[in-house]
């Protein structure tokens, strides 16, 4: 069965403070893919990124980055400089690949709080 | 930017009555999702639309709860009879067609309070 798991429910930091949010995904599946969501206080989730099973470079996007481990079945996000704006709860998920859906499994999500 | 819309923000009713959520995805996206999220948890899959078919509802509770899609555009999700446990925030998203797992894009959701 499929299964993502974050096992950091809340983070606090002070603002510029690089932080990293864990990821650890299960399946069966060869081929897959793997998103991170940010969902801020107004509740909408927030597409960040989304990663497929074959590529496994590092991304950089601004302040964030994505390292993406096979090995470990690991999708860590790290937030460089962390601002008040990050507070949000993050959710990383796990999608099938070219199954009849595209059903996102979520994780548990990991609320980050940013103190200034 | 095109957005996913949905109604009411916000609800509040009572044990064993009826309510309904709306929802209206970004235009020319085929599919559509409703997942619900319980405090302090993922959101998980109730049912997707793929125009006006069901793809996949083995979560969706249809002793209770019903979704459709009748034009293949905006989609409703009702409940009936609410119970205490179906307190939650409600989320539709949407995605386009032929790309396989594109990224979803969800709307603001319906937080539902039953008492």
């Known amino acids: 069965a499929q299964k993502v798991t974050q096992v950091q429910t809340e983070i606090s930091v002070v603002e510029k403070e690089d932080v990293t949010l864990d990821c650890v995904y299960e399946t069966r599946d060869t081929t897959y893919y793997l998103f991170w969501y940010k969902q801020p206080p107004s509740g909408e989730l927030v597409f960040l990124i989304r990663r497929n099973s074959f590529d496994e470079q590092n991304e950089i996007s601004g302040r964030y980055s994505w390292n993406f481990q096979k090995s470990t079945s690991s999708f860590n996000f790290t937030i460089t400089a962390s601002q008040v704006v990050d507070s949000a709860v993050y959710f990383c998920?796990?999608?099938?690949?070219?199954?009849?859906?595209?059903?996102?499994?979520f994780g548990t999500g990991t609320l980050l709080a940013v103190q200034p | 930017e095109a957005e996913v819309a949905q109604s009411p923000r916000y609800k509040i009713t009572e044990k064993s009555q009826a309510v309904a959520f709306w929802c209206d995805p970004i235009?020319?996206?085929?599919?559509l999702y409703w997942y619900r999220q319980i405090l302090g948890q993922g959101p998980e899959l109730l049912v997707q639309?793929?125009?006006?078919?069901?793809?996949?509802d083995s979560q969706l509770p249809k002793d209770r709860f019903s979704a459709e899609r009748l034009k293949g555009v905006d989609s409703t999700l009702k409940i009936q009879p609410a119970e205490l446990g179906d307190s939650a925030m409600y989320l539709c998203?949407?995605?386009?067609?032929?790309?396989?797992?594109?990224?979803?894009?969800f709307g603001p959701g319906t937080r539902l309070t039953v008492t």
């Open positions: 235009s020319g996206h085929a599919t």
């Open positions: 998203a949407s995605s386009p067609i032929g790309q396989i797992n594109y990224e979803q894009y």
């Open positions: 998920a796990l999608s099938d690949y070219g199954g009849a859906t595209n059903k996102l499994i």
């Open positions: 639309f793929q125009d006006e078919s069901v793809v996949d």
